[in-house]
């Protein structure tokens, strides 16, 4: 990918910079391997400089672990001097920050070599190399994120969530009710604050929908034939759900599994694919019978297992599975069926699509989007044909076989030859590596729950 003419970035910045001449400070992000958000803060007078030549950040920021330190075993770190590679903005993601009280902007960034080729550990890059197998195909991705999220108070109890009480009744939900709007109307006074300035900052956030928790919600992402623009969004999504929140003196949660009991939070995917005329090749009145759809969802259940990695990449991502909280832990897929990892919508024959619903609220959207999209253009090019569609309860009907912890999915992962051939081997010993030293670390930790059992009693 080659950097986009100066020129016509300089016109992005002039532009903005002119219809909004109160913006003080422009932050300048970049998503790591967890899909935290990092990056600098500049003056105004600073952007067209970062317009025409980038900013300078270490290469270490893609091997980082969830607590932001460097994973030496990368070879990120010392191994090169912690050297720096170079950032650039992604045109069309310079907005306005509309919870700051001293006007501030954003913009997203993008690592590159110092000559200026993508860098390959940017989780970004690593999309980017599969979407463009489908370029040489003449095929686009069309796709649409759906975004959980908890809704928390800000002060722990022992360490441990708790709802928020209500701005409306003074009380903390209780409610499993989904979609109930009198719990909207609870919160309402944020989550409309969110969705105006997800409209703020040009992201299409188009609804949001009480989830089966307390004080869970759903944010639905319109579809873009952009790949890489859908997983921008979910992104920055993210960083303005918590932003926001926090200006109503709430916290949020994007953690698979925040309350034991209770369900997890998810990130579903919709993928339809287009092509040169801008049709869905899905499009059929019996999905069935669409053989390109079949080979599609074929190729995306053969490499599920080896993609849950990517899909559920934490320790508390496995907490999430259950079969009464909708989470699917087989490859299986069926017409209209929420029980299934991969369910096709029956509405008009052009609307057929993929929606992918294994995949936790805490992976990272590159990353998730990669390993689907490799599984994807696995089926499409090797007519790899599915097992037959679920009927019904898809928990009594297919044995569970999908890795249930981290160790077993970094394994598949490891091993895959398939994902091997669409994401670049040396990227995947890099999130290996600093996975494996997470896991490392919780399984050196010695649990409350282990003082509870054995302290006495042994």
């Avoid at 928020?164 to 939900?173: L, M």
Wanted: include cysteine; glycine fraction near 6%.
């Amino acid at each position: 990918m080659s950097v986009p003419p100066r020129a016509v970035q300089l016109n992005e910045a002039n532009a903005f910079l002119k219809e909004h001449p109160e913006v003080l400070y422009v932050d300048l992000l970049i998503a790591d391997m967890n899909g935290v958000v990092r990056g600098k803060r500049i003056e105004r007078t600073s952007l067209h400089k970062v317009y025409e030549k980038g900013i300078n950040l270490p290469a270490s920021l893609f091997a980082l672990d969830i607590n932001g330190s460097t994973v030496e075993s990368t070879g990120l770190g010392l191994d090169i001097g912690d050297a720096d590679r170079i950032c650039y903005p992604i045109p069309g993601t310079l907005s306005n920050e509309p919870w700051q009280k001293r006007p501030t902007a954003q913009l997203l960034m993008t690592m590159h070599e110092l000559e200026g080729e993508p860098f390959f550990a940017d989780p970004r890059e690593v999309l980017r190399q599969v979407v463009s197998k489908f370029d040489e195909l003449g095929l686009t991705i069309c796709a649409a994120f759906e975004l959980e999220f908890y809704l928390i108070d800000q002060e722990n109890v022992n360490g441990r969530p708790q709802p928020p009480r209500s701005p409306i009744s003074g009380k903390r939900p209780q409610s499993t009710q989904v979609y109930l709007i009198d719990d909207l109307d609870e919160y309402v006074d944020c989550l409309q604050d969110i969705l105006e300035g997800a409209k703020e900052q040009g992201i299409p956030a188009d609804a949001i929908v009480k989830e089966s928790a307390p004080a869970q919600f759903e944010v639905n992402l319109h579809h873009v034939a952009d790949p890489l623009r859908a997983c921008d969004y979910a992104v920055l999504l993210k960083r303005l759900i918590k932003n926001i929140a926090y200006d109503h003196e709430m916290d949020t949660t994007f953690m698979a599994k925040p309350y034991p009991g209770q369900a997890g939070n998810g990130l579903h995917v919709h993928i339809s694919v287009l092509d040169k005329d801008g049709k869905n090749i899905f499009t059929s009145e019996d999905p069935e019978q669409n053989a390109a759809l079949r080979h599609a969802i074929g190729g995306v259940l053969e490499t599920l297992p080896a993609s849950m990695a990517f899909l559920c990449p934490n320790v508390n991502s496995y907490r999430r599975f259950g079969a009464q909280f909708y989470v699917p832990n087989a490859p299986s897929w069926g017409l209209d069926n929420r029980t299934v990892a991969l369910r096709v919508p029956t509405g008009t024959a052009d609307a057929v699509r993929i929606e992918h619903r294994v995949a936790g609220a805490d992976a990272n959207p590159y990353l998730l989007m990669a390993a689907v999209l490799a599984g994807v253009h696995h089926g499409l090019t090797n007519k790899i044909e599915p097992s037959s569609p679920v009927e019904g309860n898809a928990y009594e009907q297919v044995e569970q076989s999908l890795p249930n912890n981290l160790r077993d999915a970094l394994r598949e992962l490891d091993d895959s030859e398939i994902l091997n051939k669409y994401i670049d081997p040396k990227y995947i010993d890099i999130f290996v590596a600093c996975k494996e030293s997470e896991l490392e670390e919780f399984e050196h930790s010695i649990s409350d729950l282990e003082y509870n059992w054995y302290l006495h009693t042994v």
